[in-house]
């Protein structure tokens, strides 16, 4: 079967690790890549439906910006987006993967509703809020805690504890919302305390989410603050880095799995808070929407950069803004929009193996083959 | 027995990179003979092995079955001649079966009767005691060596070839593996066996092959030869390399460790009443081969090993109080004013964090200074200039991620980092593995300073030359037991090699005599 003349080939193409490249040639590397996903998708968009692509790229844009409102809903939309992706940071920064965010927002916002429904008229405006704010935190810093706490003690896997916790999160919300349900019976709480507005938060100026907006930036700046310059952002590192340095230099791994889940935990209740006593007023199950997972795309995106998250939120959203307004505007299904995001999205983390790894073709030798 | 040799090897040549791991190494085995490939760590046993079993491919040279020559380009093709290697790390599916795990992988009709009936008739010639329908990870270490053995032997192999077979099993186990060995051999298999340990040599093979550093030093009779000989070959003549060496100042008892035992996670010990003192102006160096417990009693010193009999005691200098370390984490140790350094083997997966750039790694020891919650990066920051400038580490920058440095400036950056805390104890543990000769001596020189001043080193080294030209007193460990410690000015290779391949639970027929007690201390 084998026989003696069988050589070892060269392959025709193979993959390099590279060192680093210059800041400026990463940033053109990824502007190459939305550049071609734009080319692709817009020949994908004419074989498919036959409209011209730039005409559907405008569109995408005036979604995303078209009026005051969109531009404004644009940014409450990424403000939450970037709230979630804060909270999943720390976490998978140590090497943690927390992917019940969405559990945990959802149960943040459970609380804030019950404060809202049990509490409204029995406290005042502000210590009725300070309440919202504390309980919202504390729900969603108590979801999170118990997947760290077996994941430090126990060394359980947390990858399929917290993703269960987001599922007794669900069903919480929806045994809540049939208890609360209004009118009793619909299954729907629809908007709480209406007429008193109790528990709501305040509106800046006449803009209902700057305030929203507002506070999430804060949180950018203070995770990246707490990331970059901290005694216990600097443990995370260590942590997430190697779990034997860690002990070597005396880091307690326990304590900063523990605290770190935490923090993370305590922003996503914080986000649950906004989502429900900012801007909707009401729970459903859906109220996280699937921003629990969409925000680990965004931190990874970012390479656990808060600053960068800021852009990578940002695409987002307008992608999926952009998508949905093609759809309604040239009747095309949803299906369409979803392509056109699936492949940007595509390219632009394809563009990170393209930063990390050279290719390098066989070199044509003199004389024929290898050897 | 055949008139050509089962499996000839003809200069063979393999590198890596730079590294040569074989350099013309030439052996045979007759059907009906086992071969020892004797060798210290890093000696190129398992690379030429994994040649003959078709994992890697030579550079040059050749290889012939019963006078054949052949290429043997996967490990398809080392079936197909018939030969079966033996891993060191088993190769088996936890949830599946013994029998399941044999038949794994042939492309045969899978008949659970015929493959059970023909793995017991196996077991039955040879004497194996296993159980077919018995899954892995019920299994003891040995019922998985087992499974592997019948494994080849399933697939019709009859060049056997293992590697370090006997690392992991008790001295019974050994007992049992060696007597299926000689059936086999009697049955006409030709068997080659990886190993370190010259009593198994002595007991089991017929012919030994010895490797030093890749090349091939020569093919002796077991018959004809003694341990004596064999460890001079394994380890080869003295070669000066004129690394200074000063008289210790004013030694006194810095570290006294009495009687540690320590069992890993599976209940087997790996530190055996270990008891020895460490002086201070004085480097102690620890020998033996690797893996017989070196890593875990720096640990447990450092306070990341547990300990389950025993104490570590600290003499403090400056307050002359003593302390017991045992059972303190390393932030408590440092609380009690113990000023220990520790430069671990494992350099980027445990003393420095490869993804961090230099001044973030000299922050690892001291980044909890300072009453404010954040970091201060300054005094980390003109640490790793000083160090970058005095040990002329060669980096771009200090925001330059360690893992990108070079072996030499790496080690360089980490016993920077460790010495720059003003240690009494410093522990190093292999610190000049991979380094080249120019970086080797900074780290001699480091080492010797901190002599100077007073510190009591501890270091764990491989390479006998550099351990008898620069330590003090060597203490000799082999599988968790001191066996013996000898004076660094009079000891010999000879008598460390000796000392490193001695087993203190000697139960092997015709090993215990060979060896001599190893009474020599300093």
Not at chain 1, 46 to 52: C, H, Y
Not at chain 2, 8 to 33: D, P, Q, W
């Amino acid at each position: 079967m084998s026989k003696p003349e069988k050589k070892m080939h060269e392959p025709l193409i193979h993959l390099v690790k590279r060192d680093a490249i210059p800041w400026y040639q990463a940033w053109a590397v990824r502007i190459i890549a939305v550049l071609a996903a734009l080319i692709f998708s817009g020949i994908i968009t004419i074989i498919l439906t036959g409209l011209n692509p730039l005409e559907v790229y405008q569109k995408m844009f005036e979604g995303a910006f078209g009026t005051d409102r969109r531009i404004w809903n644009l940014f409450q939309n990424v403000a939450i987006l970037l709230c979630i992706s804060l909270a999943v940071t720390p976490a998978f920064k140590m090497r943690f993967w927390n992917i019940g965010a969405e559990g945990q927002v959802l149960i943040g916002g459970l609380a804030s509703t019950a404060c809202m429904i049990l509490l409204g008229n029995k406290l005042s405006q502000p210590v009725l809020l300070l309440v919202i704010v504390v309980t919202s935190i504390a729900a969603g810093a108590v979801w999170a805690l118990l997947p760290a706490i077996f994941k430090a003690y126990w060394n359980t896997n947390e990858t399929l504890f917290t993703l269960m916790m987001n599922y007794i999160a669900i069903q919480l919300v929806s045994y809540f919302v049939f208890v609360w349900s209004v009118p009793k019976g619909s299954g729907k709480i629809g908007i709480i305390n209406g007429d008193t507005q109790a528990g709501w938060l305040p509106v800046l100026g006449d803009q209902k989410y700057l305030l929203n907006i507002l506070i999430v930036l804060v949180i950018t700046i203070a995770m990246y603050v707490y990331l970059r310059f901290s005694k216990q952002g600097y443990e995370i590192s260590v942590v997430g880095e190697s779990e034997n340095t860690a002990r070597y230099i005396g880091i307690n791994v326990k304590k900063v799995v523990i605290r770190t889940m935490l923090i993370s935990g305590a922003i996503c209740g914080l986000a649950g808070m906004l989502l429900v006593s900012g801007t909707d007023h009401s729970i459903t199950r859906d109220t996280a929407g699937g921003r629990g997972f969409t925000a680990i795309m965004v931190s990874w995106l970012a390479k656990f950069n808060p600053l960068y998250m800021v852009l990578t939120a940002f695409l987002i959203v307008f992608l999926e803004k952009g998508a949905s307004e093609i759809s309604t505007a040239f009747r095309l299904n949803d299906s369409f929009s979803e392509i056109i995001t699936g492949i940007i999205i595509f390219f632009i983390i394809g563009s990170e193996f393209f930063i990390n790894y050279a290719i390098r073709f066989r070199k044509i030798r003199k004389g024929g083959k290898a050897q | 027995m055949a008139a050509n040799a089962a499996i000839e090897l003809k200069n063979i040549t393999k590198t890596f990179g730079h590294v040569c791991a074989n350099h013309n190494v030439s052996l045979k085995v007759n059907r009906g003979e086992i071969l020892s490939i004797l060798g210290e760590n890093g000696s190129g046993k398992t690379t030429l092995m994994n040649m003959i079993a078709g994992i890697y491919f030579p550079d040059s040279g050749s290889i012939f079955i019963d006078g054949k020559e052949v290429v043997i380009a996967s490990p398809k093709d080392a079936f197909q001649y018939k030969i079966g290697m033996i891993h060191q790390h088993f190769k088996l599916v936890d949830v599946f079966t013994a029998t399941e795990n044999i038949v794994l992988g042939l492309e045969e009709k899978y008949d659970v009767k015929n493959a059970s009936a023909k793995v017991k008739e196996i077991s039955e010639k040879y004497g194996f005691e296993i159980d077919p329908d018995k899954k892995i990870y019920e299994m003891s270490v040995s019922e998985k060596q087992t499974v592997e053995i019948i494994k080849v032997l399933y697939r019709g192999a009859d060049i056997l070839i293992l590697d370090e077979p006997t690392a992991v099993l008790t001295p019974q186990e050994t007992q049992k593996l060696f007597a299926v060995l000689r059936r086999m051999r009697d049955d006409g298999k030709a068997i080659i066996i990886i190993t370190h340990k010259l009593h198994e040599v002595l007991s089991l093979s017929d012919q030994v092959a010895v490797l030093r550093k890749g090349e091939y030093i020569g093919t002796v009779k077991t018959a004809e030869t003694n341990e004596t000989l064999l460890t001079e070959m394994m380890v080869g003549k003295k070669i000066s390399l004129n690394i200074t060496r000063d008289e210790p100042k004013h030694p006194e008892d810095r570290l006294v460790v009495e009687d540690i035992t320590c069992m890993n996670r599976d209940g087997a010990t790996i530190l055996d009443h270990v008891s020895f003192t460490a002086r201070s102006g004085e480097i102690l160096g620890i020998a033996g081969i690797a893996g017989s417990g070196q890593r875990e009693l720096l640990e447990a010193i450092a306070g990341l090993q547990h300990i389950d009999s025993g104490s570590i005691l600290y003499h403090n200098p400056k307050t002359k109080q003593t302390d017991n370390l045992r059972d303190k984490t390393p932030l408590q140790i440092r609380a009690l004013g113990v000023r220990l350094s520790f430069v671990p083997e494992d350099r980027l997966g445990m003393g420095l964090v490869g993804n961090m750039d230099i001044v973030d790694n000299m922050m690892l020891r001291s980044y909890r200074r300072g009453k404010t919650m954040f970091l201060q990066r300054k005094p980390p920051k003109d640490l790793a200039e000083t160090i970058i400038r005095q040990l002329e580490v060669v980096t771009p920058s200090v925001s330059t991620p360690v893992r990108r440095l070079s072996g030499g400036n790496v080690q360089k950056v980490l016993v920077g980092r460790e010495i720059a805390a003003v240690p009494t104890v410093l522990m190093a543990a292999y610190p000049v593995r991979g380094l080249d000769i120019n970086s080797s001596y900074t780290i001699y020189n480091l080492l010797n300073e901190q002599k100077k001043n007073g510190v009591a080193v501890i270091f764990v080294g491989e390479d006998l030359d550099v351990l008898i030209e620069l330590c003090d007193r060597i203490m000799v460990i082999g599988s968790g037991c001191v066996t013996g410690v000898v004076d660094g000015r009079t000891a010999t290779k000879e008598e460390i090699g000796l000392l490193m391949t001695k087993s203190v639970h000697e139960d092997m027929e015709g090993g215990a005599d060979h060896v001599k007690t190893g009474e020599k201390n300093a």
